[in-house]
Nanobody, 127 residues
Framework: QVQLVESGGGLVQAGGSLRLSCVASIRTRRNYAVGWFRQAPGKEREFVAAIGLSGLKTYYSDFVKGRFTIARDNAKNTVYLQMSELKPEDTAIYYC????????????????????WGQGTQVTVSS
């Protein structure tokens, strides 16, 4: 029903920038809320950012606020995560995910809210 493909990861030096993309193949015309999560080796998957259906509401974890920006282009079924001022602790596999359920607030969205996941893209930040 929903397939997600992330791209844009890579190796970057600390202080650098990357832009991740998440393209959704959705068989309905309905828009979904999309979240970005990340998982570093030996750690649990954690919430990074989310964006509502229209793109007007965005949510960020405290550790990326002011450095990362989430945006969506519904005409292209694509959600972006612009990452700036990257730090070595940002190193992880980044996943995008879709939540088809309307929510009043997506701050600190738990992964269990999201029904569809991409395969992930590796981001490595060197010091």
């Amino acid at each position: 029903q929903v397939q997600l493909v992330e791209s844009g990861g890579g190796l970057v030096q600390a202080g650098g920038s990357l832009r991740l993309s998440c393209v959704a193949s959705i068989r309905t015309r309905r828009n979904y809320a999309v979240g970005w999560f990340r998982q570093a080796p030996g750690k649990e998957r954690e919430f990074v950012a989310a964006i509502g259906l229209s793109g007007l509401k965005t949510y960020y974890s405290d550790f990326v606020k002011g450095r990362f920006t989430i945006a969506r282009d519904n005409a292209k079924n694509t959600v972006y995560l612009q990452m700036s001022e990257l730090k070595p602790e940002d190193t992880a596999i980044y996943y995008c995910a879709v939540d088809p359920t309307p929510r009043a607030d997506r701050t600190l969205s738990p992964p269990t809210w999201y029904d569809y996941w991409g395969q992930g893209t590796q981001v490595t930040v060197s010091s």
